[in-house]
């Protein structure tokens, strides 16, 4: 079933979980995107102390953003762990930059704030997503066996 059905046809908390994913993606994509209009390609503008390594995974975003989004409307549960690893790694890859660079002052911004938000409600509320999919899955199932 794909992601788009599953849109279409769970309960409505998956709904608006299912469109928060994507909506905050789509904001993340812009973000990169206009990350790299105003510090160049690989962020070469950006502090020199940050590892060209972290430069080109923030660059990687640019594409793995919308990739995703991509991914959760071909198949919901491969786009929720595509999810799931792109925030959670992205956050954790922040967290030490900014402490490297800034020290705990390098955390309270709201860039920051709101990417550790969003890894919260991504965390607290993929498991009820998941097993929603497996529900409308073994609906499916169970409707199409009832032919046989």
């Known amino acids: 079933m794909s ?3 599953i849109i279409l046809k769970c309960n409505i ?3 608006f979980i299912l469109i928060a994913y994507i909506l905050a993606y789509i904001g993340a994509t812009y973000n990169h995107v206009m990350d790299i209009k105003n510090f160049g390609l690989f962020y ?3 502090n020199t102390n940050v590892p060209l390594i972290v430069k080109t995974y923030w660059t990687l975003l640019t594409l793995a953003d919308p990739i995703s989004i991509i991914i959760l409307l071909i198949n919901a549960r491969a ?3 595509s999810y799931t690893i792109i925030i959670v790694s992205d956050v954790i890859i922040n967290i030490l930059i900014a402490l490297n660079l800034w ?4 955390l309270l911004n709201i860039g920051m704030i709101c990417q550790f938000g969003f890894m919260v409600f991504l965390l607290t509320t993929y498991k009820s997503i998941l097993n929603e999919i497996k529900r409308l899955i073994r609906l499916k199932t169970t409707d199409q066996s009832a032919f046989i």
Do not use: M, N, R
């Open 3 to 5: 992601g788009i059905k």
């Open 103 to 106: 020290g705990i002052h390098g």
């Open 44 to 46: 070469h503008d950006l």
């Open 79 to 81: 786009g929720i762990i």
């Open 13 to 15: 908390f998956c709904k």
